[in-house]
């Protein structure tokens, strides 16, 4: 069982679309929790931040943990076509250490 | 200071040559990570130093693969007698150390290094 879970897509929504992006880990030892969002040829860059349970706002994108169930999810209101992207879930522990990513989601929004 | 640098952005080679790839980081963080991307696939950690010393090396990281942060500052990760299954996007990332507790987890990666093993 891999430590993180992340359903692949590709998910295409319309423009203006609230998208939902989720993953499920397996080990209650991770505390942050990330998303990052990497463009095609390039690397991922940090979106959103978390540690515990709880949610999280910034604009228009909302991160989202629960903990209890070992699952995390990320939501775009509003979508854009800039938004097309991978989105790819992270979970890491306290101090640093390796951090573990998700496959990656890819996005299309359709203007 | 602009970031994570990564050179050379694309490298191919032929099967059974050695490669290197350079990592910058940003001047601040004393933590520098590589990562192996593969097409549709996140990023999968190799190994990790916390200044220049290496504190974690993964199992993906064969003995052909080598990494180095002499004085703490850039890092290099060689690959010798290259193969095609190495062929992947190499990806450098920085943080901050374990004192920021929360800084520790927030990676800015580069732009990655492509290898092509033909």
């Known amino acids: 069982q891999k430590e993180v879970e992340q359903d692949p897509g590709p998910l295409s929504v319309p423009e203006g679309a609230i998208v939902s992006l989720n993953c499920t880990y397996s080990?209650?030892?991770?505390?942050?929790f990330m998303w990052y969002r990497q463009y095609s040829r390039k690397g991922p860059e940090l979106l959103m931040y978390?540690?515990?349970?709880g949610n999280k706002e910034d604009g228009r994108f909302t991160a989202q943990v629960d903990k209890s169930s070992k699952y995390i999810s990320l939501f775009i209101r509003d979508s854009q076509p800039s938004d097309s992207a991978t989105y790819l879930c992270?979970?890491?522990?306290?101090?640093?250490?390796?951090?573990?990513f998700g496959a990656g989601t890819r996005l299309f929004v359709k203007a | 200071d602009t970031g994570v640098s990564q050179n050379p952005r694309h490298k191919i080679t032929k099967r059974g040559q050695n490669v290197t790839f350079r990592c910058d980081p940003i001047s601040e963080h004393n933590r520098l990570y590589w990562y192996r991307q593969t097409l549709g696939q996140g990023p999968e950690f190799l190994t990790y130093f916390q200044n220049e010393a290496q504190l974690e090396k993964s199992r993906l990281l064969s003995d052909r693969f080598s990494a180095e942060r002499p004085k703490g500052s850039f890092s290099t990760l060689e690959i010798q007698r290259t193969e095609q299954g190495d062929s992947a996007m190499y990806l450098c990332a920085s943080s901050l150390g374990p004192r920021s507790r929360s800084g520790a987890n927030v990676l800015t990666f580069g732009a990655g290094s492509r290898l092509t093993v033909l």
């Open positions: 978390t540690y515990s349970s």
């Open positions: 080990n209650s030892a991770f505390q942050y």
């Open positions: 992270a979970i890491g522990r306290g101090g640093g250490f390796k951090t573990i």
